[in-house]
């Protein structure tokens, strides 16, 4: 849907006075029982738009005050059926604008979600990554166009229907919810950017890595040894986004070891020379890779776990390849899984 042209401030300011001037004078001259101040809540309604969060919630203030004055100055009628009636009134008002500012919300999620998968889908070297992942968050986006559409269809109607909308405003942020969580774990493996290349003390970047999982390490009584060979030569690739790849395997790692018995869990951690490259290796006891399975780790969208999205590896593969290096897993291993990457040290050619 469009957003509704813009008016000048004064002129919009005006246009809201004059109509809730128009509410209050019905409210106020007719009888207790006509209970014009619900229409107020259309005035949120259709303002929601044109105004930022402060000034809504100041207009929501606005319209209680008025709707109580009213009532207070109505001359005349049943001041029983005045009070339900504004009782009534107040609360379509409080809801309309506490459901508007939701919805507000979850569209700036939708925003953030819709500008941040422009940004990843600037990255060249995962163009056909891209296009999976597009289609993933389409997904959620669609839907939350749908429910938002909907949502304002159950606001416009009179009264209100509050309770649909309430729903499909859950609706629309459990979707917006599914969106930033694809682009999180995307954007938490690349930057967005192509790769910054220059010599680093890879032992040292890994040691960075290290430091940030100890702790999940220690909670899940993970066994951890690191051998860091002596003398490597510095690695020609970009730090943070091996880093990145890094982290991805360990936290593989550590999601294989969650099903087994903690005296079980061991995870190892090596690098070494490797002629003119750099070879890592994380190796693990978890559950392991079981045949049939080694082919499509590397796929995009390819997972085992409830909660995982696949795109962790596939990633990983891209940037380990952008950086002129090269991944992958041992296919079978007794009682766990090994992965590899390699990378070029600085001075010589990349390796096929
Ligand atoms: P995700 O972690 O979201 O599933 P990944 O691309 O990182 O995505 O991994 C894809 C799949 O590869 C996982 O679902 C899992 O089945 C398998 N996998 C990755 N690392 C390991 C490991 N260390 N041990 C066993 N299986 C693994």
Redesign the pocket.
């Known amino acids: 849907m469009s957003p509704p042209p813009r008016m000048p401030l004064v002129l919009r300011i005006a246009l809201i006075v004059a109509v809730m001037a128009a509410i209050f004078a019905v409210d106020t001259t007719t009888r207790y029982e006509v209970a014009a101040a619900v229409f107020y809540a259309v005035v949120i309604l259709t303002t929601a738009r044109l105004l930022g969060r402060r000034a809504l919630v100041a207009l929501c203030a606005a319209c209680v005050v008025l709707t109580v004055a009213s009532l207070v100055f109505t001359p005349h009628g049943d001041l029983r059926s005045g009070l339900i009636n504004m009782g009534i009134s107040v609360a379509a008002i409080v809801m309309t604008t506490w459901l508007v500012l939701k919805m507000e919300t979850a569209r700036a999620a939708a925003h953030e979600a819709q500008a941040q998968l422009l940004r990843i889908a600037r990255i060249k070297s995962l163009e056909g990554l891209t296009t999976s992942i597009a289609h993933e968050v389409n997904q959620p986006l669609a839907a939350i166009v749908t429910s938002g559409n909907a949502c304002q269809r159950w606001l416009a109607q009179e009264p209100p229907n509050l309770e649909r909308a309430r729903q499909a405003l859950e609706r629309i942020l459990a979707d917006a919810g599914r969106a930033s969580g694809i682009i999180a774990r995307v954007r938490s493996l690349t930057r967005g950017e192509p790769p910054q290349r220059s010599a680093f003390d890879f032992n040292d970047a890994v040691q960075e890595v290290l430091a940030l999982s100890q702790a999940g390490m220690e909670i899940n009584h993970i066994a951890l040894t690191v051998e860091l060979a002596d003398g490597l030569p510095p690695a020609l690739a970009d730090r943070v986004q091996v880093q990145q790849v890094v982290g991805?395997l360990l936290l593989?790692?550590m999601?294989?070891l969650g099903p087994v018995p903690a005296a079980a869990r061991r995870l190892r951690v090596e690098s070494a020379r490797d002629g003119e490259a750099i070879l890592f290796t994380v190796t693990?006891s978890?559950?392991?890779?079981v045949p049939g399975?080694s082919e499509h780790?590397f796929d995009a969208f390819?997972?085992?776990?409830d909660e995982?999205?696949?795109?962790?590896?596939?990633i990983s593969r891209a940037i380990i390849e952008a950086n002129g290096g090269r991944i992958w897993a041992e296919p079978v291993v007794q009682d766990g899984?090994v992965?590899h990457f390699r990378l070029p040290a600085a001075g010589a050619e990349p390796r096929p």
């Open positions: 991805n593989n790692a999601e294989a693990d978890g559950v392991g890779i399975m780790l390819w997972t085992t776990k995982g999205i696949g795109v962790g590896l596939s899984a992965f």
